[in-house]
Each structure stands twice: as structure tokens, then as C-alpha cells.
């Protein structure tokens, strides 16, 4: 039986739908346009992360149940079934949302309250899914802390610290390597040596590339996001063979650092990036972000999918 059993048809070769008076067959058809409907809003919902999609679509399939239903009362013949599997299915998505947003981080409650009307400013810091939950000491409280390195221009070194404070951001990675380019430049002034910022700052590069050498990645979305995936105790630790990764793939390089790394260690044997390098442990977190995506849908969804013909 499939998800909907129109009636106990005549031992025919002929489908469930055909022979029907004209305005049967025409509820029938307007029964899986419904249904369609309902099950790819209810999809979206149980797929997306943001609280307010999640709602509307729930709301778009209750509706959508709600025709139908009114449809099975006009015309009993459809015997109807499944109807409440799907609600079921609504009311455990609804009941993911309100977890989610009692578990959400405080970037997410902030723009739900501000959605809701709750709040009625927002700031860059308060939205940010990452930074709200990253903390520095340097940063005053409540200053987005964007904003706040900005202002610390002439001040390099606690330019590099609150950088370092938010990685593994990607806008961390580039205002940490303006702040080694600014230190390596003020001691070749007075002809000291820099070997160790210049260490530093390719070392910063290579950990960049880990996640950030590819942008976008199918069914994932911004390879950002697999950052939650690698504890930063690993991705801290990653090593960095010069004569391996070389520094031609590495995006965070401009063409003077390069010129540097090459002039203070040679040309290297090859080039590539951090995330070719580490290949295995980049593979893992990306296929362990993409189950873990998979495990929120639900195998239910298929319930309103199709109409059987028996």
C-alpha cells in the first residue's frame, strides 16, 4: 500500500485514477500537487538551521495537510491513509526547532529575538554563529571585534592576539598575516633578524589552506564550515614541511612574502596546500560533517512522496 489508497479499484490493468468521474480524478490530482507541496516544504524545514525557515515551512505543510484533508472530507472514496504519519513528521520537526532554539548559540538567539521583535538592535557581534562564541580579552565587551582591530594599526603585535583569539575565522587568518607583515617590516628597518615572524607567517598560510584552499564544497556548503569538525588542537599542530607544501598555492601569501620565504630558504621541491597535504584528516571531517547533515533528515519523508497505484 502505498501513501494513499484512493479506493479498492476493479481487477483491471488500468490505474487507481482512471475511470474516475471527472471531479474525483480532478480532486485526485489536486490531493498530489498538495502533497508534493507538503513534503518538499517539510524537507526544507527539517534540512535548514535557521529557526525562521524552519517555522514558515512547518507552516506551509500544516496548510498544505490542512487542504488535503478538507479534500478527503468532500470525497471519502480517496480513503485517505498516512495522513497521521505526516503529522507526526511536522510535530517532530516542530519539536527540533523549539530544541533548537533553546540549544542555539547566542548568535542565533540574537537574531531570533530580533526576528521576533524581541530585541530591537543588532550587531555585527551579535549575529556572527562563530564569533559570538569566541572570546578575547582584548576586545572590549560588546565591540565587534572586526571592528575593534581596526583600531589597532599601530599596534601590530595586539593586532596579531586578537586576530589569533578568533581563529580559525578567515578574516583571523588575513588580519594575523597583516600584523606579521607589519612586524617583519619593523625589523628590517633596523636590520634585525625575522626568521622567526617569517616562520610564523608561512606557518599561518599552510594552516589557512587546511581549510580554505577550496571555497565551496557539494552538499556541505562553505568549506568553513567543516572547521567544527577538526579540534584546534590538530589543525594547530598540523605540520608544515617547506619542502612539501612549498608557497605557491598558498593563498594567504602575497607576492612579497613569497619573495621573502623563497630568498630565506630556497625554492622548494614541490607545492600544494595544506588541505592536498593532510588530505586523509581533511576527507574525514568533510565526510563526518556530511553524515552528521544526513542524520537530520528524516527517513519519513517518503511517506507523501508518491501516490501508489496498485
Given amino acids: 500500500m502505498g501513501l494513499f489508497d484512493f479506493f479498492k479499484p476493479p481487477k483491471t490493468t488500468k490505474s487507481a485514477a482512471d475511470g474516475l468521474p471527472p471531479s474525483l480524478s480532478a480532486a485526485v490530482d489536486e490531493v498530489q500537487q498538495l502533497v508534493r507541496i507538503a513534503n518538499e516544504s517539510l524537507e526544507i524545514a527539517n534540512s535548514s538551521r535557521n529557526l525562521d525557515t524552519r517555522r514558515s515551512r512547518v507552516a506551509l505543510a500544516k496548510a498544505k495537510l490542512a487542504d488535503v484533508k478538507r479534500l478527503a472530507s468532500q470525497y471519502p472514496e480517496m480513503q485517505l491513509t498516512s495522513l497521521r504519519e505526516f503529522e507526526k513528521s511536522i510535530e517532530a520537526v516542530e519539536r527540533e526547532t ?50 575593534h582591530i581596526k583600531t589597532l594599526r599601530d599596534d601590530p603585535e595586539a593586532r596579531l592576539q586578537v586576530a589569533r583569539d578568533h581563529f580559525p575565522l578567515p578574516a583571523a587568518f588575513r588580519e594575523a598575516a597583516v600584523a606579521l607583515r607589519a612586524l617583519i617590516r619593523n625589523r628590517k628597518k633596523v636590520a634585525s633578524d625575522y626568521t622567526d615572524l617569517l616562520e610564523d607567517l608561512y606557518r599561518l598560510a599552510v594552516q589557512e589552506s587546511f581549510f580554505f584552499a577550496v571555497d565551496y564544497i557539494p552538499d556541505i556548503g562553505p568549506s568553513f564550515n567543516v572547521a567544527a569538525e577538526v579540534p584546534r588542537e590538530i589543525w594547530i599542530g598540523l605540520e608544515c614541511p617547506y619542502q612539501e607544501i612549498g608557497y605557491e598555492q598558498l593563498k594567504l601569501l602575497n607576492k612579497t612574502d613569497k619573495r621573502w620565504i623563497a630568498e630565506a630558504w630556497g625554492e622548494p621541491g614541490d607545492h600544494t596546500t595544506a588541505q592536498a597535504f593532510h588530505g586523509g584528516l581533511w576527507n574525514a571531517a568533510v565526510e563526518r560533517l556530511r553524515q552528521k547533515n544526513k542524520n537530520r533528515l528524516s527517513e519519513t519523508w517518503g511517506l507523501l512522496r508518491d501516490v501508489d497505484n496498485p
Avoid: C, Q
Avoid at 100 to 109: G, N
Avoid at 134 to 144: K, Q, R, Y
Fill in 98 to 147: 523549539e530544541v533548537m532554539k533553546i540549544d542555539a548559540s547566542p548568535a542565533e538567539r540574537a537574531a531570533e529575538e530580533f526576528v521576533t521583535g524581541e530585541r530591537s538592535t543588532l550587531s555585527g557581534w551579535d549575529v556572527d554563529p562563530v564569533l559570538s562564541e569566541l572570546h578575547s580579552d582584548a576586545v572590549p565587551e560588546g565591540v565587534f571585534w572586526h571592528d
